[in-house]
């Protein structure tokens, strides 16, 4: 039986949803946040606003170019972690959103994990060359830097791992130095290609085991252009290719050097790269020709599937589906790896009575059918536009009345504190963009109530200058009724 699955990401800084047919792409669509270059790094609650701003659209667009409506897909992968914790609540929300709109059940998938197994992925048009079990991925992003021991899609281990900064981040920072800008990963690997990587000689580390550092590297990077621009002004512009190359190469050579070490200790041969910085092409150099010299299978990503992408968290969440293992509604997203349950998928809660392909048991009978959702929007009184952003399913705990005020206040990620209309509430009202309601149509009543509740708590911090409910694409049905009560309100 075919199984169909929406993935959803937003660890970072890219909203991307994809849909995958088994392990067919069937769409990917990516929509990356410009605003973050002109201050050469991710801001987080700019990143987080931009999600929410993004993930509609995306989400959507994916499931048309899929050919797909909500229902015919049997679960929601959304990243649960590492990453921002702010962005990442963002996917976790609206996966939530969907999974009682729809009644599909969802899949948390951790981040890292996705990038690995997105060397699973087959397109439409062609197979992808995939790796056998056991091998080496090494994880080269710009929040990590890991060698990973794969056993199977839910056995992985991680045997090395950076002590300080991530290869990405060694890219990026000595990107800002040479004053090239955010990400500086891509644009130092474009320079490189017209630079002599032999020009310079930086610090290697010295690191136990199949441990990365790259702190050394950066301040190295950083002292030698210090003390050659004190006398040569001009000579980060005289010298940009080949310090972009030199740079590069010592990356990669450290890379290359434990990898290289852990597969011989091992005794594994087929090699994958994953993550932004297998995008590099000095790297994907370096790895195609240690293979030759080492008898390696290598795998090197589709250049898509490199940096963030939702088809990767569909491909592990495929994985994961398949081994029933379903998250509650009660997940919530975690910003560090070490929070995580860790890969073993046995150490994961089944959810009683949810097995793959049945759809019964899922969830209370009271959450099936009429429920309804909702997106608000409003401005502040700056103009800027803001919608309350609560956690859906604790909003539909408390129209059942099994969640307080407080608690949901708290659960979304804000100050709760003494008095949750104000901190709570209002200042989700001020920080975050969006509330998506889910609304049991049996439990109306009380809906009408909480929100009547909602916007006298907006009123009293924020001017609101206009409440809008958008019928969205994918819920049109459904909001259309609730649309026209909400509007009712305004005063
Ligand atoms: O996997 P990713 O999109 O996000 C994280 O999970 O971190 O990786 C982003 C990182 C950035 O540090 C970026 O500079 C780096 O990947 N990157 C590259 C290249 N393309 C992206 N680094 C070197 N060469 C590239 N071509
Ligand atoms: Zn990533």
Redesign the pocket.
């Known amino acids: 039986m075919d199984i169909t699955i929406l993935g959803i990401e937003s660890?970072?800084d890219?909203t991307s949803a994809a849909v995958l047919r088994n392990n067919v792409l069937l769409s990917n669509v990516i929509a990356s946040q410009a605003v973050h270059v002109k201050y050469g790094g991710v801001i987080p609650e700019l990143a987080s606003r931009a999600h929410q701003q993004n993930i509609i659209p995306v989400v959507d667009t994916a499931l048309k170019e899929a050919g797909l409506t909500p229902e015919e897909i049997d679960a929601i992968a959304f990243t649960r972690g590492p990453g921002l914790l702010g962005s990442l609540l963002v996917g976790v929300s609206f996966a939530k959103g969907l999974s009682i709109a729809h009644n599909i059940p969802m899949v948390e998938v951790n981040?890292l994990q996705g990038?690995i197994l997105s060397h699973f992925i087959d397109l439409q048009d062609r197979a992808l060359p995939h790796p056998g079990f056991p091998f080496l991925c090494l994880l080269v992003?710009?929040?990590h830097t890991q060698i990973v021991r794969v056993d199977s899609p839910l056995e992985m281990e991680i045997i090395g791992t950076t002590i300080d900064d991530a290869a990405?981040?060694a890219?990026?920072k000595c990107a800002k130095v040479m004053g090239l800008p955010y990400?500086?990963?891509?644009v130092?690997?474009k320079l490189a290609k017209e630079g002599d990587p032999k020009a310079f000689r930086f610090a290697r580390p010295h690191v136990d085991g199949y441990d990365y550092s790259f702190s050394g590297l950066k301040t190295s990077f950083l002292y030698t252009l210090r003390d050659a621009v004190a006398n040569d002004p001009g000579f980060i512009e005289n010298n940009k290719a080949s310090l972009c190359a030199s740079l590069q190469k010592t990356i990669v050579e450290i890379l290359l050097d434990k990898l290289v070490r852990a597969s011989k200790d091992l005794g594994i041969r087929d090699i994958a790269i994953a993550?932004?910085?297998s995008?590099?092409?000095g790297l994907r150099n370096g790895i195609v020709e240690e293979g030759r010299r080492r008898g390696w299978r290598t795998f090197l990503p589709e250049f898509k599937f490199?940096?963030?992408n939702a088809a990767m968290i569909a491909m592990a969440g495929y994985y994961r589906y398949q081994h029933g293992d379903f998250s509650s509604l009660g997940v919530s997203p975690v910003a560090r790896l070490q929070e995580l349950h860790e890969p073993d998928a046995a150490g994961h809660k089944k959810a009683p009575g949810r097995t793959a392909g049945s759809r019964s048991g899922r969830r209370g009978k009271a959450l099936r059918a009429s429920t309804k959702a909702i997106y608000l929007e409003c401005k502040d009184r700056t103009g800027d536009t803001v919608v309350i952003d609560i956690l859906a399913h604790k909003l539909h705990q408390m129209f059942l009345g099994t969640a307080d005020m407080n608690d949901t206040c708290r659960l979304a990620g804000f100050k709760a504190g003494r008095s949750p209309q104000r901190t709570g509430i209002v200042m989700g009202a001020v920080r975050h963009e969006q509330l998506l309601l889910l609304i049991g149509g049996n439990h109306r009543k009380r809906l009408v109530e909480f929100r009547n509740h909602v916007i006298a708590y907006i009123f009293g911090v924020v001017t609101v200058i206009d409440i809008i409910t958008r019928s969205l694409p994918l819920f049109q049905k459904q909001s259309s009724f609730m649309a026209a009560e909400i509007g009712h309100h305004i005063p």
């Open positions: 660890s970072c890219d981040h990038h992003s710009g929040g990405g981040e890219f990026d990400p500086g990963g891509p130092i690997d993550g932004g910085v995008a590099n092409s490199t940096t963030d």
